[in-house]
Nanobody
Framework: QVQLVESGGGSVQAGGSLRLSCATS????????LGWFRQRQGKEREGVAT????????NYADSVKGRFIISRDSVAKTLYLQMNGVTPEDSAIYYC?????????????????WGQGTQVTVSS
């Protein structure tokens, strides 16, 4: 059974950096896509960044391109999201997700497995 556990959320000032981690377990094979999603207050959950395990291909939402970096340590089986130059608009609950044979990578409906989420708060 796939399990995802996020950590690393917290409070940060605008312009600062934060790194989120997601410990993964239970995934067999390489046909997985891993992603970071976020849900801002009063908004729908949206895709932030994704990484295909087999190809290493990454995708980013336009709002975070050039600021956030998704990466994975295959030995530690941990997914990361390095968040740089954060703004108050980045405040949200961030979720780690996993799915198989994902076609529309930033679409939350393509993902079957979810972590519990970690809160990120950016103050101005």
């Amino acid at each position: 059974q796939v399990q995802l556990v996020e950590s690393g959320g917290g409070s940060v000032q605008a312009g600062g950096s934060l790194r989120l981690s997601c410990a993964t377990s239970g995934m067999t094979g390489i046909n997985y896509c891993l992603g970071w999603f976020r849900q801002r207050q009063g908004k729908e959950r949206e895709g932030v960044a994704t990484l295909e395990i087999g190809s290493g291909t990454t995708n980013y939402a336009d709002s975070v391109k050039g600021r956030f970096i998704i990466s994975r340590d295959s030995v530690a089986k941990t997914l990361y999201l390095q968040m740089n130059g954060v703004t108050p608009e980045d405040s949200a609950i961030y979720y780690c997700a996993a799915g198989t044979y994902v076609a529309d990578r930033l679409n939350r409906r393509e993902y079957n497995y979810w972590g519990q989420g970690t809160q990120v708060t950016v103050s101005s």
